[in-house]
Nanobody, 116 residues
Framework: VQLVESGGGLVQAGGSLRLSCAASGIVFRLNAMGWYRQAPGKQRELVATITSAGSTNYADSVKGRFTISRDNAKSMVYLQMSSLKPEDTAVYYC?????WGPGGYWGQGTQVTVSS
């Protein structure tokens, strides 16, 4: 399994970014996917998940601001982030999401930095 994240960058508070994750080595359409993030000195946390059927779930801290989506034809999962806050600053990762948690197929991640 290979996961390649992209789309991060430096943005001012209140701005938007769209993260992308390209997946290979799995039957993408059959798998739930998740976005995670890890801020300096903190544990990696779950941000959002999307099932194979397209049902979504979000951490309370990002509800109403972030939207996870997927394109099964392209084996891609996206995270649209709006109304960004400095506390959203982290390295963002995608992963295959199993019932017991992340698959652990971490890519290199993509850095998101939100300035105040």
């Amino acid at each position: 399994v290979q996961l390649v994240e992209s789309g991060g960058g430096l943005v001012q508070a209140g701005g938007s970014l769209r993260l992308s994750c390209a997946a290979s080595g799995i039957v993408f359409r059959l798998n739930a996917m998740g976005w995670y993030r890890q801020a300096p000195g903190k544990q990696r946390e779950l941000v959002a998940t999307i099932t194979s059927a397209g049902s979504t779930n979000y951490a309370d801290s990002v509800k109403g601001r972030f939207t996870i989506s997927r394109d099964n034809a392209k084996s891609m999962v996206y995270l649209q982030m709006s109304s960004l806050k400095p506390e959203d600053t982290a390295v963002y990762y995608c992963d295959v999401q199993y019932s017991w948690g992340p698959g652990g197929y971490w890519g290199q991640g993509t850095q998101v930095t939100v300035s105040s």
